[in-house]
């Protein structure tokens, strides 16, 4: 086996060459003026900024981003790979990527600078009849087809899709499956919460769902984690009557800090010709016309 070979199969000796060739990469493409430094005219053989000039402005030692540039196997910190990016003029996607190559988890994209696209709103609202929403990290509801809101009872009320599903009390009359599906649901948002330890984030959600739902309180006391998948999901809706779903998380790469669930008529049954009539103009009637 070649040396090269040997490299390649080692997965954190690939990581760490790939970490020194990133950021030279991006130490080239920053010019010293863009970094305010003066550049030093046809003296200067670097075409970017020279290793220790961004030691310097990262406010770390220049041997240690030397080591760090190297690739060796040093320890770093969240709060120096932030001060790197920064002098690098990184993006949030490329930081996220120096996160990953320096061995850390990533931290959770800016939601103010990658709002949900066009593209994204369009998909939801081309699985009418069926019903879907768009979940943040937090599991913030970002936003949801009408057809949710028909079937699910939301509002401008549900923000956050864990709160709403032991607080709305429309969503939890409906839910024939609320009791049977209470601790998975408890037990996904543990596994999402796992992923980024120390987020306070995720704590303020579980101390003020704590507070006012002993139900979810005993639940999250448990300790139960489980990775996401397909749940099934049966609503008894006060028009159309029963409607049973397939409940799927999907995640894009244009957005991984976003989860898309969709629901799907459960094979069987008659959820999509139901859906068909409650979302149509004759439906929508309906549930304006007062009772009795």
């Known amino acids: 086996m070649t040396t090269s070979q040997a490299l390649t199969s080692d997965p954190d000796l690939q990581r760490r060459r790939d970490l020194r060739e990133f950021l030279m990469t991006r130490r080239a493409r920053v010019t010293p003026a863009e970094a305010g430094l003066p550049d030093g005219g046809a003296r200067r053989r670097t075409p970017g900024l020279r290793r220790e000039e961004v030691a310097v402005l990262a406010g770390v030692g220049v041997s240690w981003y030397q080591w760090l540039e190297q690739g060796r196997d040093i320890t770093v910190s969240p709060q120096v790979l932030d001060a790197v990016s920064r002098v690098l003029r990184l993006n949030d996607a490329e930081r996220r990527h120096l996160y990953v190559l320096a061995g850390l988890n990533p931290p959770l994209p800016s939601a103010a600078a ?3 696209s066009d593209g994204l709103r369009r998909l939801i609202d081309a699985w009418m009849p069926f019903p879907a929403h768009i979940l943040d990290p937090y599991w913030n509801t ?3 087809n009408e057809a949710a809101g028909l079937v699910f009872g939301y509002g401008e ?3 956050n ?3 709403s ?3 709305n009390p429309i969503y939890r009359a409906r839910n024939t499956t609320w009791e049977a599906n209470a601790g998975f649901v408890v037990a996904q948002f543990r596994a999402a919460v796992s992923e980024r330890p120390g987020d306070t984030g995720y704590q303020a959600i579980v101390d003020e769902l704590a507070g006012i739902s002993p139900e979810f309180a005993e639940l999250w ?4 984690v489980k990775a996401g998948g397909m749940l099934g999901k049966e609503i ?3 028009t159309v009557g029963v409607l049973r779903f397939e409940s799927t998380q999907l995640r894009v790469p244009e957005r991984p800090d976003l989860t898309i669930v969709l629901h799907n008529p459960a094979p069987g049954s008659e959820t999509g010709a139901k859906l068909e009539w409650l979302t149509s103009p004759q439906g929508r009637r309906g549930l304006m016309r007062p009772a009795g």
Do not use: E, K, M, N
């Open 161 to 163: 899709c864990l709160v």
């Open 114 to 116: 990658a709002p949900v």
């Open 157 to 159: 009320q549900d923000v």
């Open 165 to 167: 599903y032991f607080t």
């Open 142 to 144: 970002i936003t949801f």
């Open 221 to 224: 006391s448990r300790g139960d």
């Open 236 to 238: 008894d809706h006060p």
